[in-house]
């Protein structure tokens, strides 16, 4: 059974940065695409980023240049480093494990439990 964790989140002001991090079982990191989505209140759950086993990112363009998504294989973690973050940032961000680094839910099967991250204006 993959397990998935998720650390890092918290309050910033806008224009601030934080770094989530996503501690996964054992070679999970290195055999999968890994995912991160965020799901803001009343909202729907979507895809913010995603890196492929080969190390290929894809960003939703509403954080493109502003959101890194990073592996570090011996650590068996992935990181997303959120830059210039904007009020329209702030939800629960959940980090995923799959097979093919897509956008959409139904690719990854497995889910951590998410992280809060609130930007005040």
Known sequence: QVQLVESGGGL??????LRLSCAASARTVSTS???????APGKEREFV???????DPYYV???????????????DTVYLQMN??????????????????????EAY???GQGTQVTVSS
């Open 84 to 105: 210039s973050l904007k009020p329209e940032d702030t939800a629960v961000y959940y980090c995923a494990a799959g097979t093919v680094p897509k956008t959409t839910i």
């Open 33 to 39: 695409a890994m995912g991160w989505f965020r799901q």
């Open 49 to 55: 980023a995603a890196i492929s086993w080969s190390g």
């Open 109 to 111: 099967h497995y889910w």
């Open 12 to 17: 910033v002001q806008a224009g601030g940065s």
């Open 61 to 75: 363009d509403s954080v493109k240049g502003r959101f890194t998504i990073s592996r570090v294989y011996a650590k």
